[in-house]
């Protein structure tokens, strides 16, 4: 069974600051997806990223990055030069091949300017 | 249209009364997914459409939630006899694809119907 877990409930930083979220899943199957999402006020779930299991290669696109290790089973997303745009809740996910998405309980995320 | 529409957008209901929310996925897209989000947590699954077939209803949490998709197209999410536990924001999403045939899982969720039941 899959399970996705974002310890850090809350983080409030300050405008610029860099800040990284924490995700760690875990799963049985050898493919898999992972992403993560970003939930603003709005409330729609806007996609930021997927990684399948057979690409540790990490990413970077524009102020994101993407850390994927599979030693350590984690997913750590990092904003780097926050922005107060950036504030809101995120979510990290995990998809095995042929199944559903199982959604970590989320990280809220606040800049302040 | 461009994204996947949800409707109401909010929905007030009084604790017995059914209730009925709407799906407008991207069209042409295959599959359907509807997931419920608490407050304060993630989404969880509860039903898959592929086309107009309803090939997963495991995460459906009791036998007054019912879902249909007749045409393949549009869905709708209904609740009998709402409880106050099914407070909550109701996600849909649609991909372009069955889910498990492929390796594009490309996924577009709606702005969500939050319900609150009183």
């Known amino acids: 069974a899959q399970k996705v877990t974002q310890a850090q409930t809350e983080i409030s930083v300050v405008e610029k600051e860099d800040v990284t979220l924490d995700c ?18 709005s409330g729609e779930l806007v996609f930021l990223i ?17 850390n994927f290790q599979k030693s350590t089973s984690s997913f ?16 990290c996910a995990s998809l095995e091949y042929g199944q559903n998405f199982v959604f970590g309980p989320g990280t809220r995320l606040s800049v302040l300017p | ?27 042409g897209h295959v599959s359907l997914f509807w997931y419920q989000q608490a407050l304060g947590q993630g989404p969880e699954f509860l ?5 107009e077939a309803q090939l997963d209803k495991s995460g459906l949490p009791s036998d007054r939630f019912f879902a249909e998709r007749p045409e393949g197209s ?13 407070s909550a924001v109701y996600l ?19 702005s969500g119907t939050r319900l609150t039941v009183v």
Do not use: H, M
Request: hydrophobic share 25%; glycine share 8%.
């Open chain 1, 24 to 41: 760690v899943y875990e799963t049985r199957d050898t493919t898999y997806y992972l992403f993560w999402y970003k939930q603003p006020p």
């Open chain 1, 50 to 66: 997927r990684r399948n299991s057979f690409d540790e290669q990490n990413e970077i696109s524009g102020r994101y990055s993407w």
């Open chain 1, 76 to 91: 750590n997303f990092t904003i780097t030069a926050s922005q107060v745009v950036d504030s809101a809740v995120y979510f």
């Open chain 2, 1 to 27: 249209g461009a994204g996947v529409s949800q409707s109401p957008r909010y929905k007030v209901a009084k604790r017995g009364q059914d209730v009925a929310l709407r799906c407008d996925p991207i069209s």
């Open chain 2, 47 to 51: 039903t898959y459409f592929q086309n």
């Open chain 2, 74 to 86: 549009v869905s709708t999410l209904k609740i009998q006899r709402t409880q106050q536990e099914d």
């Open chain 2, 92 to 110: 849909c999403a649609s991909s372009l694809i069955g889910r498990g045939q492929g390796s594009d899982y490309g996924y577009t969720f709606g």
